[in-house]
């Protein structure tokens, strides 16, 4: 806190308050940013120098506090006086005990939340939840299943819950809403999501800090294991045998285990046949790209959140034009926020068609480290599980160094997590392979050649 000072002789009715905060911020930005970020903001009172406003949404929050600090610091404390402080409530949280919302205006504005923690990080995303997650013809079953689950965890017959589809068609968000429904209505349950990247990383440093038995009881301990794309433990074979001595103690201590992956268990080549068989204990429910109908109101969802009003037309027109991702259409309706906010520009049809045909044309192809592996070693004729082994073959090490060339060139992965994919190398040895390839590419016109043919074909295959 801030030593007390004597604050300004201020009016006590906040709505007039934050009008005089209004016109001074109205001189300071466009019309339409001041329309699409300020005038949805409600007061709603003040004690002493602290003004609590309510905001439409989370979004509208980081919008505001990663773009309009500065601004209403200064504001706040040329109408309040040099004490002011301003308290955020989002609209959808209004229970203080679950929002306590008072924020101090600084050089940055922090939002803390007062709520028992558990003494971990349970890594679920609260944002995610069952109201904010659109259902549809693609999504019933999936939707269904994990609805029980989160009333009665451990005790349906979907244990484990296997959700698998495509990318962004909501698998993440709709079993955190799982892990969230949990935590609301069992507190006392231990919850955690993580990814199986994350997992593996976790599991390399227990090994190298010889905390392997401290590892493996923390996820024993779980009341509820949420891993989210289960095929990256492909060509994992000790991850994967640990990841199965953890499932058998939870399930058999009636624990509940979600699982999510990018295609069938069935389908999960190098998975070990332990685990996927365990997989299909339960139930295995798809999620397939939403019809026209979602499309349209995951946007009007989205919209309403972000606090923006469109005609009807421009949410068909959205819909007609993204029919393949989620992500997508909420991307599509961020840059249009971003472009007429920034821009100072109205959101038209033109502007529409404009962001539409941007999102489209940069679209970003679905390659991951084990696409990459497996046209490498299908170009070079070398077996995948060659290129995780230790062997120093000349043929497979220029494999191994191409394929972890193109990991760093095409994915967003660290070294570290790259290394991990290729038989738990270190990040220097990645750092060593790009080098070389680098090298070569430059003084060798047919490995110029080789690497292009291979990423082209890459890239086709993940579209």
Known sequence: ??????????????????????????????????????????????????????????????????????????????VIGPDANLAYIIADEKDEEHNPVFVKQEKAVKKSVEIEKPDFETYINPRYTFDNFIKGEGNQLARAAAGAIGDNPGGTSFNPLFVYGGVGLGKTHLVQAIGNKIIQNFPLKKAIYLSSDIFTIEFVEAIQSNKVNEFSNFYRSMDVLILDDIQFLIG???????????????????????????????????????????????????????????????????????????????????????????????????????????????IDFDLVKTTVKEIATSRQVNVTIENITSVVCSFLNV?????????????????????????????????????????????????????????NIIVDESMKELVKKIKEKIELDSV
């Open 1 to 78: 806190m801030l030593e007390t000072q004597t604050p300004k002789k201020v009016d006590l009715n906040s709505e007039k308050i934050w009008n005089n905060c209004l016109t001074n911020i109205k001189r300071n930005v466009s019309q339409m940013t001041f329309n699409t970020w300020f005038l949805p903001i409600k007061p709603i009172d003040i004690n002493n120098s602290t003004l609590k406003v309510l905001l439409p949404s989370q979004f509208f929050w980081e919008w505001i506090d990663e773009h309009f600090n500065s601004l209403i610091h200064s504001t706040i404390t040329s």
């Open 236 to 346: 994992k074979e000790k991850t994967q045998d640990l990841f199965f001595h953890i499932f058998n103690t939870l399930h058999q201590s009636g624990k509940q285990i979600i699982l999510t992956s990018d295609k069938p268990p069935k389908d999960l080549k190098g998975m070990d046949d332990r685990l996927i068989s365990r997989f299909q204990w339960g139930l295995s429910a798809d999620i397939q790209p939403p019809d026209f109908e979602t499309r349209n109101a995951i946007l009007r969802r989205k919209a309403e959140e972000f606090g923006l009003a469109l005609p009807t037309d421009i949410f068909e027109y959205i819909a007609s034009h993204i029919v393949s991702n989620i992500r997508e259409l909420e991307g599509c309706l961020i840059k249009l926020l971003a472009n007429a906010s920034l821009n100072s520009k109205k």
């Open 383 to 439: 077996g995948e599980d060659k290129i995780r082994d230790k062997t120093r073959k000349k043929e497979v090490v220029l494999a191994r160094q191409i394929a972890m060339f193109l990991a760093k060139d095409l994915t967003r992965s660290s070294l570290k997590t790259i290394g991990l994919h290729f038989g738990g190398r270190d990040h220097s040895t990645v750092i060593h392979a790009c080098t070389s390839v680098e090298k």
